[in-house]
């Protein structure tokens, strides 16, 4: 499909200069919504064969976009309308930045010397001031002979150092304007090494290291930027040479398969607490790690050792013996070179306590992921779904909700890196859709989606996107009627139901067959197994309605203790 500039043969416009800059530098899928001024935008890219993936919700594709950064170390790019499709995709934009994915929100706008003088213009607003503090880098292009270096710096600032959000403003007007063919291919710039590797000094390698050998009780903590930097064979021997019992944040699992004998995940109130020296690899001492202080590290005095690429994370929240700024692939590459061959294995008394207590869990939870309880409790589903990735462990994992995100991370093992997707730092609804569908279409696996029911309502319409675009994967809403059980009632006995519960008996199966998948209904351990095995099995669609019951869960997943109590309530 050619534009009338096109058309004339020597000459190209805005619409096509952004389409070849991003070409120009690998950037081939894009996670959309159309409208004024970008629908041919959309249309033009596609036509250029570039992927353009049209979503229900901006939110939604901007959701996608994000976990597409993360999985490729690309920028996930999420293109947008003007105002309210922007202020939609703006959360994801926000999200992306928080979790440190490279992120680039490309959103039309309507006229400057309008939206300046607030004259009411065609969705209104002046979007590059509304987007600036929510990401890294806000950037506008008013002229389509910047294009090509508007493309180069937004790609740059989303990958390098910290990834992040970047807003990418593209006024109707550049759209439309027109330039020599040309000059316009010679504008473009091509981002040389996006990502450079930052190493990290000697001295600092050193410190870190000395202080290392002398610890009797190290731990290493791994976090998603671990997983995100793709340095897993250095990763793996960075934890098997040294010998260190390992923590896997979230999205870190599988990074080392969670079987691996080093591993502490089932250990964790005791690794934190007892811990001498804790060695934080892409992971940050926030709210998911309590600070780094209070009852959960306990008594013990402890050093830290960050690797970080962001010098500003060192002393966030604790002291840090060993700053360790760089990438992460260069920075354990060069611990492991500071080790060398002899490096002596931590006390036995201190990684046999840790494995002993890691088996003592792993064995006191086996029989209760065995119950074969109809309705299901948490336990016995996700026992099910256990074995199912244990089976298929190149599966991609995408979780949200309370309990059903909490007993999901803590029983289902992950075996391979970049397979466990969740709801990031923010802790947040709605990434489950967006997630699953560039999960599956940036990587071509299977995608198994564990949602809570109230998870899954935000961002539930997608399905139509997933039946559209034929992707495999698999959503098992965990159905127990509301958001962290269904049992609340209305305290004054009215009508109304409760704030947290919701259609009783509700048949989130019957929304994939209205849009041509397949919806199922498993009320056992037994039958869940069976539809999702066969959903992995044939890459259909598949919306499996896992009946739980609703009196399982509990308030707030495990991280009640952050809701505030209400003094008059208790009284
Ligand atoms: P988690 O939630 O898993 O604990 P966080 O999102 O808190 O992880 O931390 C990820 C950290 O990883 C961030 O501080 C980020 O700066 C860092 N990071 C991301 N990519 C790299 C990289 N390639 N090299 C070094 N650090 C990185
Ligand atoms: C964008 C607050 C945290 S968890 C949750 C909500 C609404 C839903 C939990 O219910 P669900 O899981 O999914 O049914 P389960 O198994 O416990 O019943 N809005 C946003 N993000 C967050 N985190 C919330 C609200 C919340
Ligand atoms: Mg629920």
């Known amino acids: 499909m050619a534009s009338d500039a096109e058309e004339a043969g020597t000459l190209t416009d805005g619409f096509h200069l952004i389409i070849d800059a991003l070409r120009l530098n690998d950037i081939e899928t894009i996670y959309h919504v ?3 001024p970008i629908t041919d935008l959309g249309r033009f890219m596609q036509a250029a064969g570039m992927r353009v993936l049209s979503f229900r919700h901006e939110q939604n594709a901007g959701y996608a976009a994000a976990i597409a950064g993360y999985l490729t170390q690309k920028p996930g790019i999420c293109m947008t309308v003007s105002a309210p499709g922007f202020l939609n995709g703006l959360t994801a934009l926000a999200h992306a930045t928080t979790n440190c994915f490279p992120m680039i929100l490309l959103s039309g706008s309507s006229e400057r010397e ?3 003088l607030q004259q009411g213009d065609y969705e209104e607003m002046d979007q590059l001031a ?23 710096r937004a790609i740059r600032a989303a990958v390098s150092g910290r990834p992040g959000g970047v807003y990418l403003d593209l006024p109707a007007k550049l759209l439309g304007q027109v330039m020599d063919v040309d000059a316009g291919a010679a504008s473009l710039v091509k981002v040389i090494d996006p990502a450079p590797r930052q190493l990290p000094a000697p001295d600092a390698i050193k410190r870190a290291l000395d202080i290392l050998k002398v610890a009797e009780r190290p731990l290493i903590i791994l976090g998603k930027g671990a997983a995100y930097a793709q340095a897993d064979d250095a990763i793996r021997a960075l934890v098997e040479t040294s010998g260190i019992p390992y923590l896997p944040m979230s999205m870190a699992k599988g990074l080392l398969p969670d079987t691996h004998p080093q591993s502490a995940g089932a250990a964790r109130s005791l690794v934190l607490k007892e811990a ?9 001492l926030n709210w998911l790690l309590s600070h780094g202080k209070g009852k959960a590290w306990g008594e013990a005095p402890k050093k830290f050792i960050h690797i970080d690429i962001e010098p500003k994370e060192m002393d966030s929240n604790r002291e840090i013996a060993a700053p360790v700024v760089g990438d992460i692939g260069s920075c354990v590459d060069a611990l492991l070179e500071g080790m060398g061959k002899n490096w002596a294995m931590p006390p036995a008394e201190w990684t046999g306590a840790v494995r002993e207590k890691v088996e003592t869990n792993v064995e006191r939870m086996a029989p209760r992921l065995q119950n074969n309880n109809d309705p299901m409790d948490y336990h016995g589903a996700l026992g099910a779904l256990r074995t199912i990735i244990k089976e298929r462990p190149e599966v991609i994992l995408v979780n949200e909700g309370a309990n059903t995100l909490d007993f999901t991370r803590s029983i289902i093992d992950m075996y391979q890196p970049r397979k466990r997707l969740d709801v990031g730092t923010w802790g947040v ?22 949602e809570g029911d109230s998870a899954f309502g935000f961002s539930g319409m997608e399905i139509e996107t997933i039946c559209r675009y034929n992707l495999p994967i698999c959503v098992v809403v965990f159905n127990n009627g509301g958001i962290y059980r269904g049992t609340d009632v209305n305290p004054t006995g009215g009508a109304d139901a409760a704030t947290t519960v919701f259609v009783k008996g509700a048949r989130y199966d019957k929304m994939m067959e209205a849009f041509g998948g397949t919806g199922i209904q498993a009320t056992s351990p037994d039958e869940l ?22 009196a399982a869960g509990t308030e707030s ?11 008059i309530a208790k009284k």
């Open 130 to 152: 509304i987007a600036k503090p929510l990401c890294k880098a806000a950037y506008r292009i008013l002229h389509a002979e910047d294009i090509g270096i508007g493309i180069a």
């Open 34 to 36: 159309p409208g004024i």
């Open 114 to 116: 309008i939206i300046d």
């Open 429 to 450: 609804m709605g990434v489950g859709m967006g997630t699953a569908i560039a999960a599956a279409v940036e990587t071509s696996m299977p995608v198994l989606a564990i």
């Open 529 to 550: 197994k069976e539809a999702v095995n066969a959903a992995l099995g044939s890459g259909q669609p598949t919306l499996v309605n896992a009946v739980i019951d609703e």
């Open 557 to 567: 997943g495990r991280i009640g203790n952050l809701n505030p109590q209400s003094v």
């Open 276 to 284: 001498d020296v804790v060695v934080m690899i892409g992971a940050r």
